[in-house]
């Protein structure tokens, strides 16, 4: 996307943006299919980025959908993704979550407590239907090289993998519930592809486990994904070719030996992270003891993950001065703010960029994951942003912004009953 196409964007459509190119995204998605086994699906985790636009593109591309909320099931269903390409995650699901799931007509739910399982039995008994379960397991190994462990940890996600053996009795005995797969997911933000090799060959292992446990073969395994994307300068990507040949290792005999099997990897970050850009604009540029700042329309109250996602030292995404500048510029050492009344809005720190001036764009880039819905929009009451996708070179409003109206719609005022002073 050039930056021209991008200012423009933001000329039309006001800052703070968000911009997400369609290019990339199928890009993205079209090689990863094209290195994977052709036996796994890839089912597209909508926490990253719910935009329905978002989910319409990765659908028509072949992704399946991974929801954990009434909304994203809509926006799931909104954007054409099949019901038997839809699973339903999320460590409390209510019984309306649960009668959306069956009146969908969802692949599975993915039920993550014996609670779950006896609320869903319940509701597929009242709906006279028998709905498909997958079992979400919490593996009893750590699975190291993540920066947002899940396995060998006590979690409120699953079921401890040491309860399944005792559990036949039970799940076999359920009469409207159908539990046929597994799911595990041991992490996110893995940049590691042997991490994701070994996760990947222990939930295959699980899963015959649990087959066992049932007394028959599984119809649907999702081992999870948490392919990560490299945000700081310390960080370098997966490398994909290393990652698939080693899933073809591990998933190949297991594909082979279960040919009913269905396989999904689930990936949020990975196909969107790439596709967007947030861009700023400067409001204002000012020193204040010895430092420089470059206080910005947008901020942390869009892009919490650019405070630096779990560091103790501040890392920078990657962010790029957008209006123009001759290339050999000097450089500047720049703090990039947000508009919150709070030191914490910091979007960047000592950054270094060619001069800035007050109406410059500023963009950060690989923030197409984990950005406004990840993010406090409501604090201070600048709301959530505009989010636009460029397509075929045009530049088309996928989210407007919110309006005060948006906003303050929602709050009622109960005047104050005046009271006699005390
Ligand atoms: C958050 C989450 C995902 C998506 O994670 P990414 O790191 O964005 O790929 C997938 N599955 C589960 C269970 C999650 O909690």
């Not at 996600?157 to 797969?181: C, T, W, Y």
């Amino acid at each position: 996307m050039h930056d021209a196409l991008i200012s423009e964007a933001a000329e039309h459509f006001g800052t703070p943006l968000y911009v997400y190119d369609a290019d990339v995204l199928r890009g993205t998605y079209r090689r990863l299919r094209g290195l994977l086994h052709p036996r796994v699906d890839v089912f597209y985790s909508l926490k990253a980025n719910p935009n329905v636009s978002v989910s319409a593109l990765l659908r028509a591309e072949g992704a399946g959908a991974e929801v954990c909320s009434p909304a994203e099931l809509r926006t799931a269903l909104d954007a054409g993704v099949a019901p038997d390409d839809i699973i339903y995650l999320g460590p409390a699901k209510d019984a309306p979550q649960l009668r959306a799931c069956v009146r969908a007509g969802i692949h599975a739910v993915v039920c993550e407590s014996f609670d779950e399982l006896t609320l869903l039995e319940g509701i597929a008994d009242e709906a006279g239907r028998t709905v498909n379960a997958m079992l979400r397991i919490n593996p009893a190994q750590r699975a190291p090289g993540s920066a947002l462990t899940m396995g060998g940890k006590p979690r409120q996600f699953g079921i401890d993998e040491s309860e399944v053996a005792g559990a036949g009795g039970f799940l076999r005995g359920l009469r409207h519930v159908r539990v046929m797969g597994l799911h595990a997911y041991l992490g996110s933000r893995f940049l590691d592809h042997e991490a994701i090799i070994r996760n990947t060959r222990e939930v295959l292992r699980l899963a015959d486990e649990l087959a066992a446990v049932l007394g028959r073969p599984l119809e649907t395994v999702d081992f999870g994904g948490g392919f990560g994307v490299a945000y700081f300068d310390n960080e370098t990507d997966l490398d994909e070719e290393a990652l698939a040949s080693g899933l073809d290792e591990a998933v190949g005999p297991y594909a082979a030996a279960h040919p009913q099997c269905r396989l999904i990897t689930e990936l949020g970050r990975y196909l969107v992270a790439d596709a967007g850009l947030y861009v700023i604009r400067a409001v204002s540029v000012k020193d204040s003891l010895g430092e420089t700042f470059v206080v910005c329309d947008g901020g942390t109250n869009h892009h919490m993950h650019a405070v630096g996602i779990g560091q103790l030292v501040k890392r920078n995404f990657p962010l790029r001065l957008l209006s123009p500048y001759e290339h050999d510029a000097p450089r500047h050492l720049y703090n990039v703010t947000g508009p919150l009344c709070t030191p914490t809005d910091l979007l960047a720190k000592k950054i270094s960029l060619p001069r800035v001036r007050p109406g410059d764009l500023l963009a950060i880039e690989r923030s197409g994951a984990y950005g406004p819905t990840a993010s406090p929009v409501h604090f201070l009451g600048f709301g959530a942003p505009a989010e636009v996708m460029v397509l075929n070179g045009s530049p088309q409003l996928v989210r407007s912004r919110d309006t005060v109206e948006d906003l303050l719609s929602r709050q009622r005022l109960v005047e104050p009953v005046p009271t006699p002073p005390t």
